[in-house]
Every structure is written in C-alpha cells, then in structure tokens.
C-alpha cells in the first residue's frame, strides 16, 4: 500500500508504544526464556502496541503497513527482546499465507475479535510428516506431528503443511486448523529464542476433518491465483520479500539493542591487561565499534532496500502492470541470499561487542548473551542455509535455473503460477 500520512502516524504511534514497553520486555525476558514461552501478559501487552496488527488486512481492522514500515516496527521489538521480536515477525510476515488460501479462510483468520498474534503455520515442507486425504465436502488430515510452529501458542488458527497424492504424484497442502483441534507439545528446549514457544503441534485425535475450503493445495497460496477478497497493495507484494526482509529486520534490532546495552556499560569500565580505565576512551573499542557499524549498517541499508523493493513490487502488480516473472524470481532469490547475509553480519558484530564486554557477558541476567544465541538462533533458520541461497542466487545470476523444490521458499512460484491454474 502507498504511504499517507494516516499510516505514518499510526506507525509512530505503535512504535512509540513499543519504545514505552521495551524495558518490561526485557525484564520479562529471563523468565520466559525459563518458561520457553512469552506469557499471555507480554502477548497481550504487545497486542496493545499494535504490534500484531501492522500486517493484518485493513478490512477487518488491520493497519495494513508497508513492508517497509512493518520492518521498523520488527526491528523495534526486537531491540528489546529476540523472543518478542520473532513472535511479531512470525505474526506479520505469514499473513500471505491466510490472504492466500482465499476468502473464506481470510474471514475465518481474521473475522473473529483476538487477542495476540493472528496468524502461524508450520511444517510447509515436502518433508512434512502430515497427510491430507481427500473426501466428500473436505479433508481428512493425519500424521505429524508439525515442527517449528511459532505463535501456534496463541493464534486463532494454525496452518499445517501436509502432503496430498489424489493418484497424480503428490503435492503440498496447507490446512487451516482451528486451535482446540490441537495440542502442543513440550519439546521447545532449544540454544536461543527459548521464549518463543516454537513447539511441535499434533492434532488431538488420529484423524481431523476439515472442510474443503480450509485446505488449499500450495502452489495456489505460493501463485497468489485465489481472490482474498483484499484490496490493498500488500496482498500483491512478493511474500518472500515481506516475509525475508523482516526477518532481517530482527537481527537488525537485536544488533542494535546489544550495541546499546554494549555503550551503556563500557562507560568508565576498565579493561584488563592494559592501562585504560574507561573502556570507550580506548582506540581498539574504537576500532571495533566502527566494524560493529559497518556490519549493522550494511544489514540495515540491504534490508530496507529490499522492503521498499517488495512495496513497489506489489504497488505495480495492484495496479495490473506486474513486474517480469524472471525478475521476481531474481529479486526473490536475492533477498533469501541477502538476508542470510543480515543475519550473519549482525550475529558477527553481537560477537564482537560480547567478546568486548567482560565475564558478566555470560550470565543469565545480562541480555546480551541472550541477545547472542538468539541472533545465532536467527542464522540457523530452516530457510537462511547461506551456501544454498548463494548458489542459488548466484545461478540466476549467470543465466542458469535454480534448484527446483517445493515449500515456502520455493524460486520456481511464478512458473507455478501457471500451474495452480490449470489445476
């Protein structure tokens, strides 16, 4: 969507709440992470920022915000808590995923009064160990259970990856879920991002069965080839763009939030084994602040770059002129390689500054070593496997095909377009 003025100040409103929350958040934090989840207190205080709404459709009462402003509200968070900051990312970033199922699943997601985030999906991989069987009026689903299902705690519904084969080779399914018809299980025990809850999900009985709406084959929900129903600008942006580009923007603001806790207590600190007695008056902290800049700013410069490409991309594909297929697959490739590149230069100057800051940077109570294995935590991802996504990236690049594969992160969704529709 265009920036007004309208949204502008709705986003400084909704990070000015944040800025007012972060030092709660971060008190909060040890004991989530013991918990291995945020608390409904700290769910429904971000929900009261604003937080969970910046990329909810303005239909039903969302504020819509362009990627890019959407990436400053991550980052903000963030900067307070990588927990917090993965829980808004996750809860902005999937919303294509609903918007992509079709009306009646947008209304189902986002039709009900809710507290906390609205979205959250899981196992949308070939992997995947759920089924999907068709039957008279729906589906019936099996198997799992589904990984990795962050903010599958406290949305309304979870999208679940599951494999379908109707005699024609298989294919990828997303099944929207209600929230009673799952359980979770305790098995989030995990180096960062602990309070994330990012658990296991199973469903409650053997079988679950689901009304045909609520299952949609994936490459219509990768394609964008079913009617939301949604008018806004955003529904036409390429996904991986706004989804990648605020994953960035997380490590970008934890960065940001060490370098600050780094500044605030290196002030007339010593450092051992040599003379100086005020840490920031010495020239080697010089020296690495600079490269901790060089890094953050690099992250950050490439980043909102890419967030201001995915709104312009998705202003054109409003208006009926969409960009080139093959540009799309080229830009989407380069955010993947690029934000793995965020996330690698960040988790390197949080090194440094931890490395800076003396024994207390390890204990529990200090935010920057949890700041350190939750930025490391962000490199790990699933999708950010940097040597693939480079070579990936750098086959485009020379005029030759990427490798082909199903799920979220696929490069091939635009010739798959064609596809879903002749499905």
Known sequence: MAVT???TERLAT???KVRELGPTLRERAPDAERAGRLSDETIADLDATGAFTIGSP?????????????????????HWDGS???SVWVGASTNWIPAGSGARVVDDVYGCPWVGPRVAGSSHFPASRGRAKRVEGGWVISGGPWTFGSDSLWAPYTNLGCIADDGA????????VPRDALRFLDDWHVAGMRATGSVSIAIKEDELFVPDYRGVDFRHVVGGTLDSGLKGALWKAPSLGWAFSLMAGMSIGIAHGVLERFLECSAGRPIR???????LEAPLTHLMLTEVHAKI?????????NAEETDRLGALAAAGTPADPEYLQLFSARVLAETAYAAKWCAEAIELLQRNSGSTAIMDFEPIQRAWRDARVITL??????????????????GAEPHKFDGITTLDRFALVAVAKAG
């Open 5 to 7: 003025e309208d949204n």
């Open 14 to 16: 909704i990070l000015g």
């Open 58 to 78: 303005a239909e039903y009462g969302g504020d819509e915000l362009s990627v890019r402003q959407q990436l400053d509200v991550v980052s903000e968070v963030a």
């Open 84 to 86: 917090c900051g993965w």
């Open 169 to 176: 080779g298989s294919y990828l399914v997303g099944v929207q």
């Open 273 to 279: 084994g040599t003379t100086y007695k005020n840490q």
């Open 297 to 305: 700013q690099s992250a950050t410069l490439m980043t909102r770059a």
């Open 381 to 398: 991802h699933g999708a950010l496997n940097l040597e693939a996504l480079s070579e990936n990236y750098g086959r485009l690049t020379a």
